[in-house]
């Protein structure tokens, strides 16, 4: 069993950053791939990124290409999700999951487990 716990998120001004945190407890998720997704107001939840197990390869969805970075620390059982020139409608829960196959990404799912989620607002 995996239990997965984000936090990082809060209130921040169109342009600016946020720095989510996934911290895994339980398991080690150095064998697990793991990805983010979020769920906006009224909306589905969508893919945002995924990491390979080793942290050799990353996967963005295109909404989010160039402005988010995906990144992981096997020693210290955690992911990361750096997000850069944010905008009002990257609002959303962002959630953090972990997987057992680097394929079909984009499907939530796939996931086996999954986070909590942490909020993130940004202002106009």
């Known amino acids: 069993q995996v239990q997965l716990v984000e936090s990082g998120g809060g209130l921040v001004q169109a342009g600016g950053s946020l720095r989510l945190s996934c911290a895994a407890e339980g398991r080690t998720v150095s064998n697990s791939v793991m990805g983010w997704f979020r769920q906006g107001p009224g909306k589905e939840r969508e893919f945002v990124a995924a990491i390979a197990r080793s942290g050799g390869a990353t996967f963005y969805a295109d909404s989010v290409k160039g402005r988010f970075t995906i990144s992981r620390d096997n020693a210290k059982n955690s992911v990361y999700l750096q997000m850069n020139s944010l905008k009002p409608e990257d609002t959303a829960v962002y959630f953090c999951?972990?997987?057992?196959?680097?394929?079909?990404?984009?499907?939530?799912?796939?996931?086996?487990?999954w986070g909590q989620g942490t909020q993130v607002t940004v202002s106009s």
């Open positions: 999951a972990a997987r057992a196959l680097w394929a079909s990404m984009g499907d939530s799912s796939k996931y086996d487990y």
